[in-house]
């Protein structure tokens, strides 16, 4: 390794300080702005490899998918390379997803070289002309917690150092960084300070004390989550099983983007708060964007509502009106335990009780319901999952991206283990195909299913995802749930204007009429592959999936939804 007093480029620089603050992989799209960060590599791997492992992406959208099913599976902070504006650009959708996430990321990107000539890196090609942009960064900076540009004689390894701790948060998210390739060539010394170590506390003993009062004289307690369960994961879930089954609180998994409690625990009250809120006398808002949505249920003005958010005033959204009657800015993980600690269990078990009952005949409502469904041979959302909670391991990592058919997953996937479900907390389809294999690289001895609809699975990008499985050798085994087109805008539509025309018209905008072969792009790379279309012939299709995973190759198995 370069010494500290030994001169090197920048862009060496930037390799090895992501290397020192805990960043193992870059998922890199290259481009010719980024011969600086090539040769500075091609030099690290003859001396020490003491960089990020490089992830070569076709596409910069599962480069950032990828990365983000990586760091939601672990915690740890990735880096993702891309190609100036057009790379940028290409991040799409990708960047709302992490930022709406909370998933910390540091994506990099080269800019146009400023100089014609006379320097390392002086433009040499027409692009570097067409691609000088006034501000390129102002693609994605509402998406992210921080925007940078090096700028010699700045100190590049201070600028990773902070890209990496701020992508950390609270909250977490995007950074982005950008350099010129004459700047990434001048030469800096390295400095080998380590990452910043940011805590968060729970909440003072004033506030504690108020919590646990509450939580006391209420007799049915319920607590809304979207993401408690994330890293680390077995710690955070324990955490929240304690505060439950003690304070006998009852759990809605409110839009998910993690396994936040045992789904098969009988506190588990379901994924909508609609008739919770009729039974509850006390809300606990933790780590949750949007606990509910207003036009569909809401809870009555008479029951108090508490936040435990490290951010409660929620600055990234333009709008939050959502109405609470104590706020507290500290850890929730943290803050629970300490509340877990004031409770007396005793005082718990009637709100126990309630919500064990509740749950129990909610479960065996959608038990009959999916039952009926399978004796009359039907192909949907619910039967799908049910099937697949039959074959998949109990140790399966599920990655899901199914939008209208994601009721039907998680009401049917029975899953438990911490770290065993993700999901984007965000609207940006085709997340799950470079998510399942980001999440495959993390745990690669893992069974990783990656469910998502026919309209998401085309948005994946499906030829490169399967591409980059295969590369990395982490087959993932994918479901497409097909009803035939955009079934959230004809729901939305019919929702909006019930008795429309469009209504009246079907709602042809929605369907996609020509017959699509979804099974085709991921044989690129001679995936296995399988169309169902009789439920009785599925578990079998799914068995012979798994075997094929189990045997290196990636899989898709197309499944459409009867009429």
Not at 382 to 394: E, G, L, Q
């Amino acid at each position: 390794m370069s010494s500290k007093k030994e001169k090197i480029t920048a862009a060496e620089a930037i390799l090895r300080s992501l290397s020192l603050q805990g960043v193992e992989y870059l998922f890199a799209n290259y481009g010719t702005d980024h011969t600086p960060l090539i040769e500075a590599a091609a030099k690290i791997r003859r001396e020490d490899g003491k960089m990020p492992e490089v992830v070569v992406c076709p596409h910069e959208f599962v480069a950032l998918s990828a990365a983000h099913g990586y760091a939601a599976a672990t915690g740890k902070p990735q880096a993702v390379l891309v190609h100036v504006d057009v790379g940028t650009q290409n991040l799409g959708a990708a960047m709302h997803n992490a930022h709406r996430s909370n998933i910390p990321v540091i994506i990099i990107s080269g800019l146009a070289p400023v100089t014609d000539m006379g320097h390392v890196g002086s433009r040499d090609h027409v692009v570097h002309y067409l691609q000088d942009t006034f501000q390129q960064s102002d693609i994605v900076r509402e998406y992210c917690r921080w925007v940078t540009e090096y700028r010699p004689p700045a100190n590049p390894v201070s600028m990773i150092r902070r890209a990496v701790a701020l992508s950390k948060g609270p909250p977490a998210g995007p950074v982005y960084l950008t350099a010129a390739r004459e700047a990434l060539e001048v030469k800096c010394s390295l400095d080998s300070k380590g990452p910043i170590s940011i805590r968060t506390t729970g909440a003072d003993e004033k506030a504690v004390k108020d919590i646990s009062s509450l939580v006391e004289s209420a007799e049915r307690p319920v607590i809304i989550t979207s993401r408690m369960g994330k890293p680390p994961v077995n710690e955070n879930v324990s955490a929240l099983i304690e505060f439950v089954e003690v304070s006998g609180a009852g759990v809605v998994e409110h839009a998910p983007c993690v396994l936040n409690f045992p789904r098969n625990h009988p506190q588990h009250v379901g994924f909508v708060p609609g008739n919770v809120f009729d039974h509850a006398d006390l809300i606990i808002l933790a780590d949750t964007d949007v606990p509910w949505v207003p036009s569909i249920s809401a809870p009555a003005e008479n029951i108090p509502i508490i936040q435990i958010e490290n951010n409660p005033l929620k600055h990234t959204y333009p709008h939050w009106d959502f109405d609470v009657d104590m706020a507290i800015a500290a850890d929730p993980i943290k803050t629970l335990k300490l509340v877990s600690e004031k409770l007396d269990p005793i005082d718990g078990e009637s709100g126990r009780l309630f919500w064990e009952n509740f749950s129990a005949e909610k479960r065996e409502n959608l038990k009959v319901s999916v039952n009926e469904q399978i004796k009359d041979n039907k192909l949907n959302s619910a039967t799908i999952s049910a099937v697949i909670n039959r074959v998949k391991d109990k140790n399966a990592m599920v990655v899901t991206d199914a939008t209208t058919s994601t009721g039907g997953i998680l009401n049917n996937l029975e899953l438990v283990n911490p770290g065993s479900y993700i999901a984007k907390y965000g609207s940006g389809l085709g997340f799950a195909g470079g998510a399942a294999v980001g999440a495959k690289m993390a745990f690669p001895d893992r069974e990783t299913w990656c469910l998502v609809g026919d309209g998401a699975y085309l948005f994946t990008h499906p030829s490169v995802t399967a591409w980059l499985s295969a590369e990395r050798k982490v087959p993932t085994l994918t479901v497409v749930y097909d009803n035939e087109g955009w079934n959230a805008v004809r729901g939305s539509t019919k929702r909006t204007h019930p008795k429309g025309i469009a209504v009246q018209d079907g709602i042809p905008e929605s369907r996609f009429n020509h017959p699509i072969d979804f099974t085709a792009p991921s044989q690129i790379v001679g995936s296995h592959t399988e169309s169902v279309v009789e439920l009785d012939r599925l578990e079998a299709a799914l068995r012979g999936a798994i075997e094929a995973t189990e045997n290196g190759k990636p899989a898709v198995i197309h499944v459409k939804f009867s009429d």
